[in-house]
């Protein structure tokens, strides 16, 4: 049933950059015949699901939705992927992304952008774009994106979705193809919270092949139910400045609900959330400019056809390779790290990470979790992001924190606008308070 309306919607909504048809049929047969004799099937097996093309896959083209990449077949599996394939989930295939996970629309993509399911017109967000669009489309029941910076929440936000951003260590790295290190988690995208949990609660392990994993302390599908009363809701002004007004609004009668659940509203401050945006474009550009130094016509993927030297061969390599997002951020991370520029801009922005983790550690002195909304405004129209760079990146204002301090967070859907696109309301908790943010957005959901 997915694969014929993939068939049909992927035309329309550009969700998915290859179907592996075959091996979801394969895989599908097998949990029918373990069915058909009565053995008792694991929470995930036999579920259709999307991968985010920079999820490494064996055997199955794995692209970034980058011309650099393409032909590039991993010969192994992410740690991810690696779990789910053992509890026979349906892989249907690769889901569109900005190129290397760069950007905020999905345009950045090689194959061009995802759709958004409630308006062809309006993108279906970045950088997970592709998984969004497939799983609002209704042709994948759930798919895991990365979140750098918002990747996971905003398209999920964009789409009407739920998204989780899950504490920076607890979802193993291995075999997602690197962006910014210190910053990347793999997240699902689903339609409920409960999906979200389910599927966190399966990916969540430690892994000895990530340096940075520690796997999750508790389990997040248990909890989901408990009552939520006495909880305490932090609402940082910060948070809801340069806001859209009908997007305050309704995070704002969200916040409503949550009282008339018996849940205590706190104000507080975070002045050091003025510096987040800055710096995580310092960081993640510098991350990135050595992360992508990989791709040299050598190992991976594209080679320029003609050169003289191998200096001349690099640089055709990734000048033709790359697209110019990707361009831009190796430039800037290629500054920000040299000799000069380095004490102002790059150890500049690690002391400013320094304030922002402890900033929201004595936030959360005062509160169990931060409410605030995902994205400042709704979906964008199509080619929005094309036009003014800087613009873009002020639209991960509200993501990129929790990025930066390592936080789990996740959106909920949390109404409408007068176009009928979904807003999004955020909820973040302290590093492994991921059950307990699943629990106040499961109770208001
Ligand atoms: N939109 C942000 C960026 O362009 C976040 C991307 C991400 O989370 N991968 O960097």
Redesign the pocket.
């Known amino acids: 049933k997915y694969i014929k309306s993939i068939e049909a919607e992927n035309k329309k909504l550009n969700a998915y950059v290859n179907i592996t048809a075959e091996t979801a049929m394969k895989t599908a047969k097998n949990v029918d015949e373990k069915i058909s004799r009565g053995e008792i099937l694991l929470p995930l097996e036999g579920i259709p699901m999307t991968l985010k093309d920079n999820i490494s896959t064996k055997n199955i083209e794995t692209t970034c939705c980058s011309n650099i990449l393409k032909g590039y077949v991993p010969i192994y599996d992410a740690t991810v992927w690696d779990i789910l394939k053992n509890q026979n989930a349906v892989l249907l295939g690769k889901a569109n992304m ?1 190129e290397f ?4 629309s999905c345009e950045t993509s090689c194959f061009g952008g995802a759709l958004n399911p409630y308006s062809t017109n309006h993108v279906a967000g ?2 997970s774009g592709g998984a969004a669009a497939a799983v609002g489309g209704n042709i994948a029941v759930y798919g895991l994106g ?6 996971v929440r ?1 398209p999920a936000s964009f789409c009407g979705l739920v998204g989780l951003k899950p504490t920076y260590g607890t979802v193993s790295r291995y075999g997602l193809i690197a ?1 910014a290190s210190s910053l990347d988690q793999i997240g699902p995208i689903t339609t409920s919270v409960e999906d979200a949990a389910i599927v966190y609660d399966a990916i969540s392990l430690y892994d000895k092949n990530d340096a940075t994993s520690q796997g999750s302390k508790t389990k997040t599908t248990h909890t989901l139910k408990n009552s939520i009363k006495g909880m305490k809701i932090g609402i940082a002004k910060e948070y809801f400045e340069g806001i859209r007004d009908d997007v305050r609004e309704s995070v704002e009668s969200a916040v409503k609900v949550y009282e008339s659940l018996g849940a205590e509203v706190v104000s507080i401050s975070i002045p050091q959330l003025k510096h987040a945006l800055p710096v995580y474009y310092i960081l ?1 550009c510098a991350e990135a400019s050595s992360n992508l130094g990989r791709y040299d016509g050598i190992r991976y993927g594209y080679k320029t056809p003609s050169y003289n030297d191998i200096n001349d061969m690099i640089c055709k390599t990734r000048s033709e390779g790359f697209g110019k997002e990707v361009k831009r951020r190796i430039m800037l991370g290629t500054y920000v790290l040299s000799a000069g520029y380095y004490d102002a801009y790059y150890k500049k922005a690690q002391q400013l990470r320094g304030a922002l983790v402890n900033a929201f550690k004595d936030a959360f002195k005062k509160c169990d979790v931060i409410v605030s909304p995902t994205v400042p405004m709704t979906a964008f129209e199509l080619n929005f992001t094309q036009k003014d760079p800087i613009e873009t ?1 002020m639209t ?1 204002i509200l ?1 990129v924190p929790v990025n930066i301090a390592g936080l789990p967070a996740v959106s909920v859907p949390c109404g409408f606008d007068n176009k009928g696109l979904p807003i999004g309301m955020q909820i973040i908790g302290n590093s492994f308070d991921d059950a307990k943010i699943l629990n106040a957005a499961y109770q208001y959901e």
């Open positions: 900005d996970a760069m950007g905020s970045g950088s990365s979140d750098t910076g918002g990747s905003q962006y993640a990146y991960d993501t």
